[in-house]
């Protein structure tokens, strides 16, 4: 039985529909990420599963039990904020138990979980401390410690990392998926950070418009994106797209833009409409001698442009060239690099071209490379 | 950096003399007086510690100090109570929420002596609206104003209703400070809307808590128009407080030393009740 169930919900506020018609099923134990924009809808989702936002229509479901009417208190879910939400005049055992002590639990048992939580996100010697004398990371674990002790049937996290460093995000990313794994309670995290999503999802959820693009664990994501909204979301650092045509040529499917021919894996349908062409910057493999003919190899497969910028990362580097109007990028190792303004090869593997429609879909999906 | 001293001293220039004027001076002549004994017509003359052994010994000063603190003792809680509730009621989503705030503070602009004839109009014992209410209902009207045991709870409720505005804003902003997520949280975690109160609300403002307590202490504390136009600090010199008979000894009886010597005990009267107020909450506060 999925542990969190959404059946046709719809949100609207005034005339604008920020929802629609979303259907989602969270199994039991699972880590899921609703991932997307600001505006996306992916807040306003977390929001209503936990009662802070009322649903317009549909119905959400938690275990077997209907809770969209329900009050927060009623639908035994934490939820730790992007703000965190402490208590500013309590100590961070106040902040821990209060909860606990509003539902009368006995007193034994929250001093239990207190200590429970407080040992596991190192909390003890910050027991009788005030959020004010806590640091960015410490607050966070203290949010995540309220939420724990309550055990309760579903985690919300909504954008947890976002007001830490870059630092201290990684370190804390790490906490709450090793967490999650020990804890095994069904997890909705929220968040607008693609590698939060890739890193800590059992499956991601993309969104965007108050629409669900895709679903689906994160390599798929990576390595098939249903449409090209997912395929320049999901990855850092994004896609390279190149607008284009297919045309057929001798038995073989080609792909046509300006200064670029590409030879495209067998089986790749005929398409009459306008043609998006996606290129991982990390698929994309780089020779620092033009190769003749001038656009592309005999065999087609490859770019020849010139590089306009090299920025230096450490072990990896991303250079950007230019392939007539279109500016792409390779992500390369460091070792040895070209100069601003040399003339590369960039050699593009027909297995991990993306292909999408006019309408953004991807098409001539195959399932080989998944 | 003299060029910037010259302004500097030229844009305090003028609030330094104000103060010089109208608050160092007086102050320092008030503490002068204390020592003399003058009519305001001839010459003052040196009273030695007369006006201070009077004061000890003066069983209308003290009952006047006594009126206050029972002043006080009505207005100070129920300043904070009322002024909370509305601040808690117009803090929600509330049509024409704009007009009610701006009503509730219209009080505060308003004369008090304006507000004073007005309430013993509503006080008024055969012909006051407050009484006309009462007997509709089938109760016995009060002589609010002339029964010694009402008159000085009458002139509290009076002045609460007054200032009450002022106090709502002040709550009003920290209510607006108190942040969103922790309203959300304490929520989720199962507080019913008496226990968000207790433990997230209220708590929170503490601050504005300790604000409204010394401010209306003080204010409470210069009680004058009030009894000087609605009683004459009767009946029974019930409602007789320090400064009126401050003021009546300086103009009525002419004793300008001796009222200076009651203006500065009411001044160090006030700032020992303030100190031991902040001191109680700031205890309150640690537990």
Redesign the interface.
Known sequence: MPSVTFEHVTKRFGDATVIEDFDLQVADGELLVLVGGSGSGKSTILRML???ETVTSGRIRIDDRDVTDL???D?D???V??????????TVRDNLS??LR??KIPRHEIDRRVAWAAGMLGLEPLLDRKPKALSGGQRQRVAMG?AMV?EPKVFLFDEPLSNLDAGLRAQMRIEIGSLQDRLKTTTVYVTHDQVEAMTLGDRIVVLADGRIQQIGRPIELYRTPVNRFVAGFIGTPAMNFIEGTLAADGGRMFFSAEAARLKMRAGTAESSEPITLGIRPEDLRMDFIPQQPTHGSADFDTLTGRVVLVERLGGTSHVHFQVGPHRLMASVASDSLPEVGHDITAHVPAARVHLFGGDGRAIGRTAEIV | MRAEQKTASLMAGPYAAFLLVFAVYPIAFALVLVFLQWDLVTAPTFAGADNIRLLVHDGRFWSAVANTFVFLSIHVPLQIITALALALALNRQLVGRSFWRAAFFLPVVISGAVVAILWSNLYATDVGLINHLLVKIGLSPVPWLTDPRTAMPAIAVMVTWKNVGFYVIIYLAGLQYI?R??Q????????SAW?RFR??TL??L?PQTILVVTLSTINGFQLFIEPYVMTGGGPLRRTYSVVLYLYNNAFAYQKMGYAATIGVALALIIGIVVFAQRRLIGKAEAL
């Open positions: 936990a009662g802070l009050a927060p208190r639908r879910v934490a939820m904020f992007q703000d965190y939400g402490l208590y500013p005049h309590m209060l909860g509003l539902r309220r309550r | 942040p997520s922790c959300e949280a304490i929520e989720i975690e199962g507080a226990q433990y997230l708590p929170s503490l």
